[in-house]
């Protein structure tokens, strides 16, 4: 989507910083939780057939929790965005900020599954009030459909480069977004792991950095719109 002349829009740099939180609060999880990813729920239905099936009937509740923690978070957002609208990324990030500080403080031996819980709220809710940019839609919290995206551009921008260079560069366009989102993601993976490292349980605090960062954007956008 074009901006009309004198639109400003930042939407590139708070995708690829929200890729950042994703990242982060994703390997936070990993690090920290006993590999519970609560970035998505793939993973999350399996174990709850797996424990369900096996008579783990306390492990499949905590699993189904988990699901429907995501889920309410995404019904959540479609209800709030016909009230809210713009506003609705304010409080995205503000409920983002107030869960990397909660979970700052919860105990290294409490139930990893029940600790994501808020982890699995905020993916979800980042998911789908922060949905992509330049007219791409991108999931900033997990990777599988970032590197199709990025590999099926560049491979259709390699054989259509000659013979129609103006849809090569298009691909080319739609190959560096997502590859973008990709290293942002990543890059936030790999903070994760660090501040793991040095910080332990109270590592969560630093997405605070990022999320501060994208909230001064959105802020600094509004101001050059008039808004």
């Given at each position: 989507?074009?901006?009309?002349?004198?639109?400003?829009?930042?939407?590139?740099p708070i995708h690829?910083?929200?890729?950042?939180?994703?990242?982060?609060?994703?390997?936070?999880?990993?690090?920290?939780?006993?590999?519970?990813?609560?970035?998505?729920?793939?993973?999350?239905?399996?174990?709850?057939?797996?424990?369900?099936?096996?008579?783990?009937?306390?492990?499949?509740?905590?699993?189904?929790?988990?699901?429907?923690?995501?889920?309410?978070?995404?019904?959540?957002?479609?209800?709030?965005?016909?009230?809210?609208?713009?506003?609705?990324?304010?409080?995205?990030?503000?409920?983002?900020?107030?869960?990397?500080?909660?979970?700052?403080?919860?105990?290294?031996?409490?139930?990893?599954?029940?600790?994501?819980?808020?982890?699995?709220?905020?993916?979800?809710?980042?998911?789908?009030?922060?949905?992509?940019?330049?007219?791409?839609?991108?999931?900033?919290?997990?990777?599988?459909?970032?590197?199709?995206?990025?590999?099926?551009?560049?491979?259709?921008?390699?054989?259509?480069?000659?013979?129609?260079?103006?849809?090569a560069r298009e691909?080319?366009?739609?190959?560096?977004?997502?590859?973008?989102?990709?290293?942002?993601?990543?890059?936030?993976?790999?903070?994760?792991?660090?501040?793991?490292?040095?910080?332990?349980?109270?590592?969560?605090?630093?997405?605070?950095?990022?999320?501060?960062?994208?909230?001064?954007?959105?802020?600094?956008?509004?101001r050059e719109k008039?808004?």
């Amino acid at each position: 989507m074009k901006l009309e002349q004198g639109q400003v829009s930042y939407g590139l740099p708070i995708h690829f910083l929200m890729a950042v939180c994703g990242g982060y609060l994703g390997s936070y999880a990993v690090f920290n939780r006993m590999s519970v990813f609560g970035n998505a729920q793939t993973a999350n239905l399996i174990e709850l057939i797996r424990s369900a099936l096996g008579h783990n009937f306390h492990d499949a509740l905590l699993r189904l929790g988990a699901f429907l923690v995501f889920v309410s978070a995404i019904v959540l957002s479609v209800l709030l965005e016909r009230k809210l609208r713009r506003h609705l990324k304010y409080l995205a990030l503000a409920v983002e900020m107030a869960i990397v500080t909660v979970i700052s403080f919860f105990p290294e031996e409490m139930n990893p599954i029940l600790a994501v819980y808020p982890i699995f709220f905020s993916a979800a809710l980042q998911w789908c009030v922060f949905p992509g940019a330049d007219g791409f839609a991108s999931a900033n919290v997990f990777s599988t459909n970032n590197i199709k995206q990025t590999f099926s551009s560049l491979t259709e921008y390699i054989l259509d480069r000659k013979s129609n260079p103006e849809h090569a560069r298009e691909k080319l366009k739609k190959a560096a977004f997502f590859g973008g989102t990709l290293l942002s993601f990543h890059f936030g993976v790999i903070s994760g792991f660090l501040g793991s490292r040095w910080l332990g349980i109270k590592a969560s605090l630093l997405c605070l950095i990022p999320l501060g960062f994208v909230w001064g954007l959105l802020r600094k956008e509004d101001r050059e719109k008039g808004k």
